[in-house]
């Protein structure tokens, strides 16, 4: 216990009699003091005794499509500790294939009480799912916000990066490298985000090289899955169309685009570039590092986190769309187009 306290004491820069008084509730401590060495607990892992613990606000349910892609978990990270530092309960709930549906996972959660629901890329993206459910759950007096998707029927406030921006960002810079064949890669047509991808890279491919509406979507778009495997068979049809750089709509698929590339013996980037989207936790680290257009995480969840709380709290946010500017990270996975020769 002595050890305990000396660690906990050092942590917070008191005294072992100052963090004896707190953990035993006594008075006579500057509530400043009392957070430092609260906050020391946490930090070195230590349970706060029982009586210090603070009460949980409620439960706050957040509905995520999957967690193999990292983008999901570093999302639900950030809206997690959001949640925790205003006093809520985050509960993760996944959909897993074979496993619990949207649908019964909000059913699950609305029974325990929850206080509100955030939804990640869920079924308010399917442009062919029945948005009738979320008007249920508006019925029901449980607040939600959606991420990743928009549907006009449904109202409630949503959540998005900007995949037009996201795909002006990188055709343009492909474009600056002389690449003149750009590919897409994206998932199915049916899902808003890959709409959206996909209206914002044919006003890029259009503008910035003249190709036809009809030429661009026929020959430089493939769907495919959001996969390693779906990024790799979609990369595959696009370079035997030509392409010299192609675009993908996660960095999950750009991994699979690579991997692609090295199975025809081409290297990225000298051969071929590779732009990924998301800016998942540790894409940097890859080889080569990838190029990317970052999904503005942090900023994205703490909105969510915000604009659920004003619901809960009675004061609605509007029912629009937030939407979050990306921004385009360049590294190893791409350089000049061939025209320009390898340097």
């Known amino acids: 216990m002595t050890a305990r306290l000396a660690d906990i004491a050092a942590q917070a820069g008191v005294s072992e009699a100052t963090v004896s008084r707190v953990l035993n509730g006594k008075p006579g401590v500057a509530s400043t003091t009392r957070e430092s060495v609260l906050a020391a607990l946490d930090v070195l892992g230590y349970e706060r005794p029982v009586?210090?613990?603070?009460?949980?606000?409620?439960?706050?349910g957040l509905i995520t499509p999957e967690l193999e892609n990292p983008i999901f978990p570093a999302l639900a990270q950030v809206i997690g500790q959001a949640l925790t530092r205003q006093g809520y309960t985050p509960v993760l709930a996944t959909q897993t294939p074979g496993g619990s549906t949207e649908d019964e996972l909000t059913e699950m959660l609305v029974d325990r009480g929850v206080s509100g629901i955030i939804f990640v890329s869920g079924l308010h993206a399917d442009t062919t799912a029945d948005m009738q459910r979320y008007e249920k759950l508006r019925a029901q007096g449980v607040p939600?916000?959606?991420?990743?998707?928009?549907?006009?029927?449904?109202?409630a406030p949503f959540i998005s990066p900007d995949d037009r921006a996201a795909m002006q960002l990188a055709v343009t810079h492909l474009v600056s490298l002389g690449h003149t064949r750009i590919g897409l890669a994206l998932g199915p047509r049916r899902f808003v985000p890959v709409l959206r991808k996909i209206e914002g890279f044919v006003k890029a491919v259009r503008d910035q090289l003249g190709l036809s509406e009809q030429q661009i979507e026929s020959e430089l778009i493939q769907h495919s899955l959001y996969t390693l495997e779906g990024g790799q068979a979609a990369a595959s049809a696009l370079m035997d169309r030509g392409c010299t750089a192609v675009v993908c709509a996660s960095d999950m698929m750009a991994l699979g685009a690579i991997r692609a590339a090295r199975q025809r013996g081409l290297e990225v980037p000298d051969d071929i570039s590779v732009v990924g989207?998301?800016?998942?936790?540790?894409?940097?680290?890859?080889?080569?590092?990838?190029?990317?257009?970052?999904?503005?995480v942090p900023a994205m969840g703490q909105a969510a986190v915000r604009t659920l709380l004003e619901e809960i709290g009675g004061t609605p946010a509007p029912h629009s769309e937030f939407v979050f500017m990306p921004e385009l990270v360049v590294r190893g996975s791409t350089a000049a187009g061939p025209l320009h020769g390898s340097p």
């Open 277 to 296: 989207f998301d800016d998942s936790p540790l894409i940097a680290f890859t080889d080569p590092p990838l190029t990317t257009v970052r999904k503005p």
């Open 144 to 155: 939600f916000v959606l991420v990743d998707g928009f549907s006009p029927q449904v109202r």
């Open 51 to 60: 009586k210090l613990r603070r009460r949980s606000a409620g439960l706050v």
